[in-house]
């Protein structure tokens, strides 16, 4: 007997692409538990002057605002509406953050537009104006860098990183005054504007999420645990909604002396039923895309990770609930999974496998 279907770990059968509702949930997820919002309620310090009206009713419209971004991401979570709920949650931040300069912050706007981008695209569409929205991110970055003169000569990093950071410190030492920081700064900009760039470019795609999962997760090492907000969150989670989906579904072949082990663990893991179960013929594990090819082996085992929304979901989870007064150390540990999550999702290279006729096929 199956498991129940629970809604939070479905990403198909929605009126959104599947990876992107996922990256919607996890983002939502984000917000949620930084309490981003509850941060936004005073004082009332808009950004436009027509917001000023709005002043004698600044805790009703905060509370009507935040009433609608909770209700917006339980409907999100549950696959009730999933584009109303993105478009409701993504106008909802907006407001919030027009409506208060003090509490304004890139990395919560960045999250607002990705909801509205999202909300943008149906359930056989893919995600092209998130794939802007992400190039477009990197590049102007990269840019915005160019235009200051502290980034040009290399100060900034000598103001920033000069007195704290130890690693900087020796690199700064072995180099005439100004000069580490100088390549450090140039080599930021060329990365970003080149990253953002190639991200637009679909057979690129792959090798743009892997070095972007890596520049971040790479900062925060190297910062000793800095998150700027949780733009390493929301940009990380981003990334989930480019991971292609099969809506046709797969089929799993796996040996025989796994078949009862697949068979009761699989259903309790796929609530999306994507994944058919077999027997392989030749004793290896096969996964079948239907209408792409195979993959057999270490690959097979990727992909099937990469179909389970439980996988991503417990993952940003437990990364939102680890106490972040433990030792770096232990942090980094847990931030080094997502590279290998990130790996698991974005390099399922396929090798040949013999085409045999698939088992008594049992669907989960």
């Not at 909770?70 to 919030?96: D, E, H, W, Y």
């Not at 590049?139 to 860098?145: C, D, E, M, T, Y």
């Not at 680890?322 to 999550?341: G, H, K």
């Amino acid at each position: 007997m199956n498991p129940p279907r629970i809604p939070l770990l479905q990403v198909t059968g929605a009126d959104m692409y599947p990876s992107t509702l996922l990256a919607a949930k996890l983002l939502w997820l984000v917000l949620f538990f930084h309490g981003a919002l509850f941060a936004m309620e005073v004082p009332f310090l808009p950004l436009f002057r027509p917001l000023d009206a709005l002043q004698p009713h600044v805790v009703a419209v905060s509370f009507a605002l935040q009433a609608v971004f909770f209700a917006g991401g339980v409907a999100l979570l549950f696959n009730v509406r999933p584009r109303i709920a993105c478009a409701a949650i993504g106008i909802a931040i907006l407001l919030l953050l027009l409506g208060n300069r003090t509490t304004y912050r890139n990395h919560i706007f960045i999250c607002a537009c990705a909801f509205l981008l999202g909300a943008a695209h149906d359930r056989d569409e893919r995600p092209w104006l998130l794939v802007w929205q992400v190039a477009m991110l990197y590049v102007f970055s990269g840019l915005n860098k160019l235009w200051e003169a502290d980034w040009r000569d290399g100060q900034f990093f000598d103001a920033w990183l000069g007195s704290w950071v130890g690693w900087y410190q020796w690199g700064a030492a072995r180099f005439t005054p100004g000069v580490f920081g100088a390549i450090l700064a140039w080599g930021t900009i060329a990365f970003e504007v080149c990253l953002g760039i190639t991200f637009l470019f679909q057979r690129a795609r792959p090798v743009a999420i892997w070095l972007a999962a890596g520049f971040h997760i790479g900062l925060f090492v190297l910062l000793s645990g800095a998150t700027f907000g949780f733009f390493l969150h929301s940009a990380m989670v981003l990334l989930v909604a480019f991971v292609p989906w099969d809506p046709a579904g797969v089929e799993l072949r796996v040996p025989a002396r796994w078949m009862r082990l697949v068979r009761a663990a699989l259903p309790w893991a796929d609530h999306d039923r994507h994944i058919d179960v077999g027997e392989s013929c030749d004793g290896r594990v096969t996964l079948r895309v239907n209408g792409v090819g195979e993959m057999t082996g270490l690959p097979a085992l990727r992909g099937v990770v990469n179909r389970l929304p439980v996988v991503w979901i417990g993952f940003v989870g437990a990364v939102l609930v680890v106490p972040w007064y433990l030792p770096v150390s232990i942090v980094n540990a847990v931030l080094a999974v997502a590279l290998v999550i990130c790996w698991i999702a974005y390099f399922p290279h396929r090798t040949p496998a013999p085409l045999c006729e698939m088992g008594a096929t049992v669907a989960t």
